[in-house]
């Protein structure tokens, strides 16, 4: 990641505008590696200002997929904390900026759920899923949503 | 004799200057990783962030 990713001009830009980014040695002995139950690097987590953790991912990822994949963690981030206006819009970013990341069908699906959470509405749930369906066939979150009839 | 001394001021602003942008000309931005959790947590609560920590093992 520090050869390849984090030099890339669009991460650090997108890094800086988002986060307050924090890098723990695993040969530190920080007890921190035993809080978040990082037994592999890298361990990529966001964590709200109080150090609870929303989001995580483990692996190299290129620049092309990094971004993606942190915006889907903001987007979730927000899911969880039940700001569905806030998270449909990070979610749908993904999908619309990314769309051949493979954050773009998770995303997808999650912008689905945020839909219909924040106002019950079964039918952006399904109109939302459908496009995994047809834009994401070969994806597992095609096969997540096989059972929504077109 | 004001006039000579004007003109060597703006000559050096100008060359000072000039150095000054021709020696950060190569240099980009990059991430300044925190490297201690609560000067992230109290940075990231001042400024409403999220935190990024990453687990990273050197070359």
Request: hydrophobic content about 45%; glycine content about 6%.
């Amino acid at each position: 990641m520090g050869t390849v990713t984090y030099p890339d001009a669009a991460v650090v830009d997108f890094i800086n505008k988002n986060f307050i980014p924090l890098q723990i040695n695993v040969q530190s002995g920080s007890d921190l590696l035993g809080k978040y139950r990082a037994f592999w690097t890298p361990t990529i987590l966001i964590l709200d200002s109080q150090g609870a953790e929303y989001y995580r991912f483990n692996g190299f990822l290129p620049p092309d997929e990094f971004i993606p994949q942190l915006q889907l963690g903001l987007g979730m981030m927000s899911l969880e904390r039940q700001d569905y206006k806030t998270a449909s819009s990070k979610l749908k970013l993904v999908v619309d900026k990314y769309p051949r990341s493979n954050a773009a069908p998770e995303a997808q699906y999650w912008f689905g759920v945020s839909e219909y959470k924040a106002a019950h509405n079964v039918d952006a749930l399904l109109s939302a899923w459908r496009k995994i369906k047809k834009d994401y066939p070969n994806s597992i979150w095609a096969k997540k949503v096989s059972f929504v009839k077109e | 004799m004001l006039k000579y001394g004007l003109l060597c001021f703006v000559i050096s602003a100008v060359l000072i200057t000039t150095a000054f942008a021709a020696g950060t000309q190569g240099e980009s931005p990059t991430i300044v990783w925190e490297k201690i959790f609560d000067d992230a947590t109290t940075k990231a609560k001042n400024a409403e962030m999220p935190i990024l920590l990453d687990f990273f093992s050197p070359a």
